[in-house]
């Protein structure tokens, strides 16, 4: 174990020390803080925005169900997530369409429908999903003496 | 502070913010940074091989397979990044924030690791848009960082490795201190399954007065989910979420996928003749010169050079092949393409198949004005200087009057817009 952590640590810091040179030697000087800042943000952006959201979402979807079986929060949590995550992934898309692309056949398709289409579809799954959450959880409580047996 | 920030993780304390978790999701993303970082450095030596190098020219759908599978492995990555972060976001309030020199570093590499990551796939993203809002050029970071990352996940996996073994598989009933990921004990919170125990979560602490401790109350009396619950969600949330940015963009190379291609970035069969530009001949700035009337195919290959007007070409033996263009970008298309063996073109040059050759374009700048073309490339007989493609005259925008195709490589080295052909003299 501690040789294999010796190795893997050193080889880590090889790796760290030769994406250094090669950031140095190919990229000009004066473009250097531009990195550093974007990986900075990259992380105040995660930290001090992203994980608070997924946090409040998180609390607010318990309160706002609290009677509700614990399946059909857990689906309403994973809708919002995934609708969020394509959002995030999808918005680029449409923005730089909207920005023109160098040929018509960059970013052809309908980005803006697409998204609006996914959540639309994301929205009824979890509405069957919950459905049968909550039609499962009613007859579990009508019938206890089937779950305890 | 220090009561600020142990607030903070009993708060942040979940059924799925544990090592085993972390142990679980961080394998899965370790194994998509693995993939990117082989499939992009395999794109990377294609493009700028050492001396030594030659490469498979089969299957031919190589290169499309890997570079299709970099950019499938990296669009993954979003959600199990994410996830990751999820996972281990406790561990950002450790108090206090740093107890030795070995810690700051070890510490720091995770900072570096974090950011670089999420720069990483954000630009690689970005550059499947072709959108570039970064102030710094894509190629050389994407590349350097791609080192940084692996160099601080061997770090992260070496300091990590004890609780990556004791983790790696399932504990049959977890036990109570693996409930947090750090950590000292002092943080309480849910030790047991249910909401009884949750509610009782602070007891140890003295309350946190004002707003704060009102935000924090407010927090506690929510309901807890079941571990149970809480885990399989979580875990389902991940599947689904790497099921869809996968499978709705993954159309743009895989072709079963394509009828699900909501968001990728290229649709197949949607450019000139059913294949979609990259560089089109505005922006090459070719469309005089390779419209006109003069236009000679040059070979200086051994001996004398020899020039090819495009009538002698088309008079030469044709050949027709079904070769995919595959992008750096992650998009491919299969096509069938028809022209001369550019090993019989370079046999009738006098020139030896065994050479390396510069291929040279009409386009007057731009990184890939001039490539190079390994003797692998040049013997295989599925290399054409194409003439037509999917039937027709090839279209000005996939390079006509003559583009090379060749099977494996990406395509930014089948040449377009062909002007001349050298061998490289070692």
């Not at chain 2, 959600?79 to 070995?102: G, I, W």
């Not at chain 2, 929510?222 to 599947?239: D, N």
């Not at chain 2, 993954?250 to 990728?264: I, S, Y």
Request: with cysteine; hydrophobic share 50%.
């Amino acid at each position: 174990m501690r040789a294999a952590r010796g190795v893997l640590i050193a080889a880590g810091v090889l790796g760290l020390a030769l994406g250094a040179y090669v950031l140095l030697d190919t990229v000009a000087l004066r473009r250097l803080p531009g990195v550093a800042l974007w990986i900075g943000a990259a992380i105040v952006l995660h930290d001090a925005v992203i994980s608070p959201l997924v946090f409040g979402l998180g609390v607010l979807t318990r309160r706002a169900g609290h009677r509700l079986a614990g399946g059909i929060i857990v689906t309403a949590q994973a809708a919002i997530v995934l609708g969020s995550l394509m959002t995030l992934i999808v918005l680029p898309a449409i923005v730089a369409q909207d920005l023109g692309p160098k040929n018509p056949s960059i970013l052809p398709l309908d980005y803006a429908l697409n998204l609006g289409l996914f959540w639309l579809v994301l929205a009824a799954v979890s509405v069957l999903v919950s459905l049968w959450f909550y039609v499962r959880t009613r007859r579990a409580n009508q019938r206890p003496s089937r779950i305890q047996s | 502070m220090r009561r600020l920030m142990y607030e903070a993780r009993a708060q942040l304390a979940s059924p799925v913010r544990n090592p085993r978790m972390a142990t679980v999701i961080g394998r899965l993303l370790g194994l998509a940074f693995l993939v990117c970082f082989g499939t992009g450095l395999y794109s990377h030596f294609l493009q700028q091989p050492l001396p030594w190098m030659t490469f498979p020219t089969r299957p031919a759908g190589l290169y499309q397979v890997t570079q299709g599978t970099h950019i499938v492995a990296g669009i993954a990555c979003f959600p199990l990044l994410l996830a990751k972060l999820y996972v281990v976001f406790p561990q950002l309030f450790q108090y206090p924030p740093v107890t030795s020199f070995a810690n700051f570093l070890e510490r720091a590499s995770i900072a570096l690791f974090v950011g670089a990551s999420l720069v990483e796939i954000t630009i690689g993203l970005l550059n499947t848009y072709q959108w570039y809002p970064f102030p710094f050029p894509f190629k050389q970071v994407h590349f350097a960082l791609a080192f940084v990352i692996i160099g601080s996940l061997a770090v992260h996996i070496g300091v990590k490795l004890p609780v990556i073994a004791a983790h790696w598989r399932a504990a049959p009933v977890p036990a109570p201190e693996e409930r947090h990921p750090v950590d000292t004990g002092s943080v309480e919170a849910s030790t047991g399954a249910d909401a009884e125990t949750a509610q009782s979560s602070d007891e140890g602490l003295p309350r946190t007065r004002g707003l704060t401790g009102r935000v924090l109350s407010y927090i506690d009396r929510t309901p807890e989910l079941s571990a149970r619950t809480s885990r399989r969600g979580f875990l389902t949330t991940v599947a689904l979420s790497v099921a869809a940015v996968v499978g709705l963009t993954a159309g743009q190379t895989f072709a079963p996928l394509d009828a699900v291609n909501l968001f990728g970035p290229r649709k197949k069969g949607v450019g000139q003749q059913g294949v979609p530009v990259n560089r089109t001949s505005a922006q090459a700035k070719v469309s005089t010169t390779a419209l006109a009337a003069d236009w000679v195919l040059t070979l200086a290959v051994g001996g004398a050079e020899r020039s090819f007007s495009r009538a002698e070409l088309v008079a030469l033996p044709q050949t027709d092949v079904d070769l995919p263009i595959a992008c750096v970008e992650g998009w491919s298309q299969m096509a069938s393409w028809r022209g001369v063996r550019l090993r019989d073109l370079v046999d009738l040059a006098g020139g030896s198949p065994d050479a390396d050759l510069r291929l040279i374009s009409l386009e007057q700048r731009g990184g890939f004005k001039q490539t190079e073309m390994g003797s692998e490339y040049v013997r295989d007989p599925l290399t054409l200087v194409a003439l037509e493609l999917n039937g027709e005259t090839l279209d000005l925008e996939h390079g006509y009057p003559a583009r090379m195709i060749a099977p494996g490589r990406p395509g930014v080295l089948q040449t377009k817009w062909l002007s001349r052909i050298e061998a490289i003299t070692a």
